[in-house]
């Protein structure tokens, strides 16, 4: 092979991989939730946030990740044009919410989930049920896609 073949090839091979994993692409939920923090702390470690017409800041590191997350039950949201989910979480998880919530009341946590923030609520109790809420935001196309990654609530096998 001369020198200009090896690098087309390598450029065809690369653009070629490219198209193919960007035409395949599934939607990563990826989902999050974030508790509020101070815009002082470190800043590689926050992300800020828009809530209610005042900037706050979040950490990047989340409260409670998908690989926390046991089961879900989605439900129409009160906006008509999009759904909430329920889920379960595991043990640990459950136990490490409850303790930040109630050491953080008064803050806000959110929950990003498919890239962006899709909702958040001001914390004012302690979430001790093992269960946390997205009241609003994601699509029937993200439910589906979370569908099959997480069974539903009493469900043993997820449905993708």
Not at 24 to 41: C, L, P, R
Not at 96 to 112: D, P, Y
Request: glycine share 8%; with cysteine; net charge positive.
């Amino acid at each position: 092979m001369k020198f200009g073949t090896k690098w087309m090839v390598l450029l065809a091979v690369f653009f070629t991989a490219t198209f193919a994993l960007a035409g395949g692409e599934k939607k990563n939920a990826n989902i999050s939730f974030h508790i509020e923090t101070e815009a002082t702390d470190n800043p590689k470690m926050i992300f800020p946030y828009e809530v209610m017409g005042r900037q706050r800041f979040f950490r990047r590191i989340p409260e409670v990740s998908s690989k926390d997350l046991v089961a879900f039950t989605p439900f129409p949201a009160e906006d008509q044009a999009s759904y909430g989910v329920i889920f379960q979480l595991k043990n640990s998880a459950a136990r490490r919410l409850a303790a930040v919530t109630s050491i953080s009341q008064g803050k806000w946590f959110v929950c990003q989930a498919f890239g962006r923030i899709v909702d958040g609520v001001l914390v004012d109790e302690p979430i001790n049920d093992g269960a946390v809420v997205i009241w609003k935001g994601l699509t029937l196309e993200e439910i589906r896609e979370i569908d099959k990654t997480i069974p539903r609530i009493g469900e043993k096998k997820k449905r993708g």
